[in-house]
């Protein structure tokens, strides 16, 4: 190459090199001789030996680019042969290859910018590219970035593809299959090993011997195929089939291979020269930094780099301006950064220790930024992060982390340097990187290569209990061996945390250089171009929940979120430090304000109280007058056109709004995130589909901030001084209202940061937490098989040879796997479910309940709190109870019962609060709360709220079941009430007890835990007022009356279905709402049971009003249970005999002994007065049958008065059978009901007298006519009038307004008109 430099001058920088008129002025720098000497010891060649001084050349700056020439002279063929890549003999095609993204596919995929990365968005997506080869040996790496259905090999152009074939199912095509490790050619054969996420494929194929194989990771798989077709017309293209969602990166050779083979070519030839050039001048450039000159002595000085110091002196410059002049256009090329300034910057790092390497890292980046064009250091600032992402990303995991740990230590090196730091955030780190990458820990998927066995050489696992539920109190009796086998287990888990954790430190220290907030020398500091980033990336991630391919992978938002709250809560608490007046990080929240003030935008998140348009529209005088916050009303006018009109933006206002592509982190026109799974990381992503444009364009504009009488800028557009606020100006805080302190809590940066942190837990990483409990349900899942089996081996024969040959094998696979998963684990628990992690989760918790609570205090403002604070609330609450455990309780943290009370506290205000007005939200609200009264602790904490809090809760509870969401409202009260009502001391029902829940910590299977407390408060209130009791029981009647008719109907429709001849299955959903129906019926009965027990003169006292009213329809309904679930051979016994599944719940016991429950409290319990009443109305009602209450007791027909009770029949139905769910004393009960009606029915029917047909009410034919309605004289009898009132004021007949009921006697009456006439 000639030299640009030779005898002209020119400029880069500030430097000019030499020319002939400044030839004495540069060689009088330094004296002539040292001179020579330096540029000599600089510019020695690193292959050659040194020449004497004697007999070399005498350098100086006239001379030295000549020198450099020579220097860097590379043989002319291997530059020729450089610059015709594209003519190799063997291949064809473009030098540089890619992905065909114009021609070469088949399905929908999404491809990177750089054409080397590809997401499957089909069936089965296939793709080639743009370069064949048709002679010699070939290879190409393909790294794996999810582990899914792919098919990578080779193909020829005349293979055709489609959905259901791919590569290698078709001729001339072939490929392996890591998912389900084969290899395909047509047909199939089992053949290498199962690859992982972060695996490198080579896939090499050799034409001149007609064969092709494979290479997982460096090691060869063998030959997959031989006899290749080849000859005229026959080239291979490098080719792949995948199915949805999985992703891949391809090298071609546009970067250094990561495991080449000898005499194998990739399909891109390397730029060899300029590698050699690199090469040279890297050397040149150390050189330069191990050594300095002494002018006063006239020599030179070796030093080590770390010491090594810029000091000004032109001969330096001078030389590293020559350097660089060469240099700097070189390091633009993706190759060459990773092969030569990564390795190099690696190399440092792995030299000296942390502070030695930083400074070195330091010296070498004002170096090149002094040195390079700014557009130069620019490109070659993001390669060199972008190849070093890569590298963290799929590096192995090996026993110590070393991989990681050096390229994270690199990192940190580089984000030191203030400059480097915030060009990366400002247009590489969110806008082109994953840089949330940096802050994930993968999960090793295969033990053994990540070195667990030697960490972890004792496995041990958990034995959970067999017996229903769960008491996480108790411990099961271990042997010694047991014990030995845990602690081993421990202490290796110890071990495994222990190298984790200098991992997350190392990742903490990442993000506390990135929110720095002291390095504004010169432009704005770092932490606030991280807000800025930050915000744009939760807002990507928030718009496109649901269409995965554009979030961030949870598994990465959890590790981000614990190291963001480590690296917000150190600088939170600094800030402490210095500012007595603000708050420790422990008593962290988030001011109200910020909800309203429009400073932070919230996208189009719901709030409490519906759109923020909305509530500024409709809460403008309470933000006046509560925080000084005035509307301008043009503006509402726009929200509420913006509003309506939504779906029908024209085009040309679209088209002026570019900032909704940039937003969404995409290129114009096709605006696209980049969060895509693919391991090239492009910025934007070319669409191989048009069909693709629609479904990734959002449906609207995003909204900008709402303007408001204080400086509001979008989130770019924001200063420091906006967020932090200045003399007169609150920034983030402005529109305080009075019931917040004016001292701030912290620097307003940290509560935004906070607000993201809480934002990301709801977004994705709850939904992740639960996910990964799935490796411990595995492990309890094969400790209990092998458990079985081994029971199995002890009972079986030894003459049974072969049985115990199978035993014996399925023990080891057990075993081996239990190895496995025990080992994956304990990493889990290291890097998801420490102690450490769950402090930060407990964190957030206590943040969110501070936060509400203060929003609580500022009235109808609450309304604009976002839902996601509330979600939060409750979601992490149960990820401490339900996921962290058994190693970890959350009954050890501190300030347990404090925080249990203020979450109680919380759910019981808010579940019927009117300011919220989100449907999901208040459903979130009434089934936590729900869950949150089935535990001992959580009830108890409820119980210890304040009491106006509790009544105002259960007042809310016993509101009307209508025109709201009753069923969870019904189970909290039969929640309060269980282990109190008849025979309901149960957990499991009797009949399931032989099979195995689903999952024994769900709230329904718990322990019974009644509160007598908040009974006696529900008994008070029902009390309390005249219209409390019977609207309320007036509803829960209308609901059981509909449940039960629901659930007889759908058995009806089963049973059909069931006894067609033709083969047919019922809808499961059918199943599934027919067993809620069930469920329902069962639970209203049980409530009935509860106001019964607690309250029975609302139904036996008949002096007030509606209480015969009630009680006849209460025995009514009773009757109507008993006798559709006791009839002979009935279809309700039918159905329960088919045991289908869905319908496990379904059975005669759990809905009889409500029943009889109430029967009981009627007819034993109560005064003799409403006993004779309640008697009474039972036997009235045309529906009852003695032989249903015989039912209850095992017998057939009723026994003759006097007389004892036969034994039951033990083939039928007997309450007297469960004996360990119904005790003596309620078995004494039911027979002493039972004996009591028998009389009484008795002597009903000898009393009773005929009634003529045209004397029963005309409704239910059941009662004599008591009642006529005015003013329109129609009549019925005072139980279906008062029943028809309680709803409708309209008359059964005429529908006129009824305006009264007046009582009815036939005699009167016709007394009455006989006299009159």
Not at 480 to 499: H, T, V, W
Not at 513 to 536: H, V, W
Not at 804 to 826: C, I, M
Request: some cysteine; overall charge negative; aromatic content about 8%.
């Amino acid at each position: 190459m000639a030299s640009k430099g030779a005898g002209m001058a020119f400029s880069r920088k500030s430097h000019r090199l030499t020319s002939d008129a400044e030839k004495s002025r540069v060689t009088g720098i330094v004296h002539e001789k040292l001179l020579d000497n330096y540029l000599h010891r600089i510019f020695s060649s690193t292959d050659r030996a040194p020449t004497a001084a004697t007999s070399r050349k005498l350098l100086n700056f006239q001379n030295l680019p000549e020198h450099l020439d020579q220097l860097l002279h590379v043989d002319e063929e291997a530059e020729e042969e450089e610059e015709s890549q594209g003519k190799v003999e063997g291949r064809l095609g473009p030098s540089t290859v890619v992905l065909d993204h114009t021609g070469g596919f088949e399905g929908l995929l999404l491809v990177d910018d750089d054409l080397l990365g590809v997401i499957g968005h089909s069936n089965f997506g296939t793709i080639r590219s743009t370069t064949c080869v048709y002679k010699g040996k070939w290879v190409y790496e393909v790294l794996i970035s999810s582990q899914g259905l792919m098919q990578i090999g080779w193909c020829t152009i005349n293979c055709r593809f489609n959905q259901e074939e791919g590569v290698g199912d078709t001729h001339n095509s072939y490929a392996y299959d890591g998912n389900r490790v084969r290899k395909w050619n047509v047909t199939t054969t089992n053949y290498g090993k199962a690859w992982a996420a972060g695996d490198i494929v080579s896939c090499l194929i050799d034409l001149d011997e007609g064969t092709l194989s494979f290479c997982l990771n460096g090691v060869s798989l063998g030959t997959a195929f031989e006899n290749l077709s080849r000859g005229l017309g026959m080239a291979y293209f490098p080719a792949i089939s995948l199915s949805f969602k999985e992703s891949v990166a391809f090298n071609f050779g546009s970067r250094p291979l990561r495991y080449p083979v000898v005499g194998y070519r990739p399909l891109q030839d390397p730029p060899s020269a300029d590698l050699v050039r690199a090469q040279e001048l890297l050397g040149c450039f150390q050189a330069v930094l191990s050594v300095e000159l002494d002018p006063v002595q006239g020599r030179l000085v070796e030093k080590e780099s770390s010491e090594w110091q810029l000091q000004g002196q032109p001969t330096v410059l001078l030389t590293l301006a020559h350097i660089f002049h060469r240099f700097a256009p070189l390091l633009r090329k993706v190759y060459l950064v990773e092969a030569v300034l990564m390795s190099f910057l690696l190399g440092v790092v792995e030299a000296g220790t942390p502070a030695q390497a930083q400074s070195v890292v330091h010296q070498v980046l004002d170096l090149l930024w002094l040195f390079m064009e700014d557009y130069e250091m620019q490109d070659c600032l993001k390669q060199l992060m972008m190849s070093l992402l890569r590298l963290y990303r799929f590096s192995p995991i090996v026993p110590d982390l070393g991989l990681q740990i050096r390229y994270l230590r690199l990192t940190i090196a580089i984000l030191s340097h203030e400059k480097s730091r915030k060009f990366l955030l400002s247009h590489v780190l969110f806008d082109v990187l994953r840089s949330v990458v940096f802050f994930y820990i993968k999960s090793p998927l295969r033990v053994e290569e990540a070195g667990l066995q030697e960490l972890i050489p004792t496995t041990w696992w958990p034995h959970r209990s067999s017996r229903e539920g769960k008491d996480s109190k108790e411990v099961k009796d271990e042997t010694s061996e047991e014990r030995l086998r845990r602690r081993a287990y421990e202490r290796g888990c110890q071990r495994l945390k222990k190298r984790i954790e200098v991992v997350e430190e190392l990742q903490v220290q990442i993000l506390k250089l990135l929110l720095n907030n002291q390095d504004d020398n010169g432009g704005e500091a770092s932490r606030y171009i991280f807000l800025t980033k930050f915000r744009k990336f939760l807002q990507e991630n928030a718009s496109s929940r649901g269409n995965m391919p554009m979030l961030c992978p949870p598994e990465y938002m959890v590790c981000f979120l614990h190291r963001l709250i480590s690296a917000l809560r150190y600088y939170w608490d600094e800030y402490k430090a210095s500012n007595p007046c603000a708050t420790f990080s422990d008593e962290a929240y988030i001011p109200p304000q910020v909800f309203y003030n429009g400073k932070v935008d919230y996208f189009d998140l719901q709030r409490l109280g519906g759109l923020l348009s909305h509530l500024r529209k409709t809460l403008k005088d309470d933000l006046a007058s509560k925080a000084n916050i005035l509307i301008d009303p043009l503006e509402l006018q726009a929200a509420t056109m913006d509003d309506l009109d939504e779906d029908e933006e024209p085009a040309p206002a679209a088209a002026q709004r570019p900032m909704q592509a940039l937003a969404m982190g995409g290129a114009l026109p096709l605006p696209r995130p980049s969060w895509l799974s693919s391991p090239t990381l492009g910025r934007a992503n070319r669409f191989l589909s048009t069909a693709a444009v629609s479904l990734m364009t959002p449906r609207r504009p995003l909204s900008t901030s709402e303007k408001v009488k204080v400086r509001t800028l979008s989130a770019e557009q924001r200063t420091r001084e906006d967020i932090e606020g200045s003399q007169w100006n609150e920034g983030l805080l402005v529109g305080r209202p009075p019931e917040e302190p004016e001292q701030p809590l912290t620097e307003n940066s940290l509560l935004e940061v906070l607000d993201g942190a809480i934002m990301m837990y709801n977004l994705s990483v709850h939904q992740q937490l639960g996910k990964m409990v799935g490796v411990s349900d595995d492990v309890n899942e094969y400790a209990m098989a092998l458990r079985d089996t081994e029971d199995k081996l002890r009972r079986c024969p030894k003459r049974r040879k072969d049985i115990l040959a199978e035993l014996t094998k399925s023990q080891k696979v057990f075993s081996e796997k239990l190895d496995h998963l025990s080992r994956r684990l304990a990493w889990v628990h290291a890097t998801v479910y420490s102690q450490e992690k769950m402090q930060d989760i407990y964190w957030l918790l206590r943040v969110c309940l501070r936060t509400i609570e203060h929003g609580d205090r500022t009235g109808p403002l609450f309304a604009f709190m976002p839902e996601f604070y509330l979600s939060v609330a409750i979601n992490s609450y149960s990820a401490l109870k339900n996921y962290f455990g058994p190693v970890h309780s959350m009954e050890e943290l501190p300030g347990y019962e404090e925080t249990l009370t203020r979450l109680a506290a919380i759910l019981a205000k808010h579940f019927a609060d009117t300011r919220i007005v989100g449907t999901d939200i208040r459903d979130s609200l009434m089934q936590a709360l729900a869950s949150y009264v089935c535990y001992p602790n959580s009830l108890r904490a409820v119980e210890r709220i304040p009491e106006e809090q509790r009544i105002a809760m259960v007042r809310s509870l016993l509101a009307p079941y209508e025109q709201r969401p009753w069923a969870q409202t019904n189970w909290i009260l039969v929640r309060l009430w269980r282990g109190c009502g008849f025979g309901y001391r149960y957990t499991r029902l009797p009949h399931l007890l032989k099979t195995k829940p689903e999952d024994a910590n769900l709230p329904s299977l718990q322990k019974p835990c009644p509160s007598t407390l908040l009974q006696q408060h529900m008994a008070d209130l029902l009390r309390e007022g005249p219209d409390v009791a019977p609207s309320f029981l007036n509803s829960v009647l209308n609901q059981l009356n509909w449940a039960f008719s629901e659930f007889i109907g759908m058995i009806q429709e089963i049973q059909q279905a069931a006894e067609r001849l033709e083969r047919n299955f019922v809808d499961s959903r059918q199943l599934k709402v027919c067993a809620t129906c069930f469920d329902l019926s069962v639970s209203l009965l049980r409530v009935l049971e509860m106001t019964i027990t607690l309250v029975p003169e609302i139904f036996l006292d008949w002096a007030q009003p509606t209480s015969e009213m009630l009680l006849r329809r209460l025995a009514q309904l009773l009757n109507q249970v008993l006798n559709r679930v006791t009839a002979e051979r009935n279809l309700f016994d039918r159905v329960v005999t088919l045991r289908l599944p869905g319908l496990e719940s379904v059975d005669h016991y759990p809905i009889l002994v409500a029943v009889t429950g109430i029967l009981v409290r009627l007819l034993v319990h109560g005064p003799a007065s409403g006993t004779d009443r309640a008697t009474s109305v039972l036997l009235a009602d045309p529906c009852f049958q003695l032989r249903s209450i015989c039912y209850l007791l095992g017998q057939p027909e009723p026994p003759t008065p006097g007389t004892a009770l036969p034994a039951p029949d033990q083939k039928r139905f007997s309450l007297q059978s469960y004996t360990d769910y119904i005790s003596v004393e309620e078995l004494a009960q039911v027979e002493q009901m039972l004996a009591h009606l028998t009389s009484a029915s008795a002597q009903a029917a000898a009393a009773s007298l005929p009634t003529s047909e045209e004397d029963l009410c005309p409704i239910c034919y059941a009662h004599p006519i008591s009642a006529v309605f005015q003013p329109c004289g129609h009549k019925s009898c005072k139980a279906c009038i008062n029943q028809h009132l309680m709803n409708n004021k309209d008359c059964f007949f005429c529908k006129a307004t009824i305006m009264s009921v007046e009582d009815w006697d036939k005699a009167a009456s016709a007394s009455a008109t006989s006299s009159a006439a």
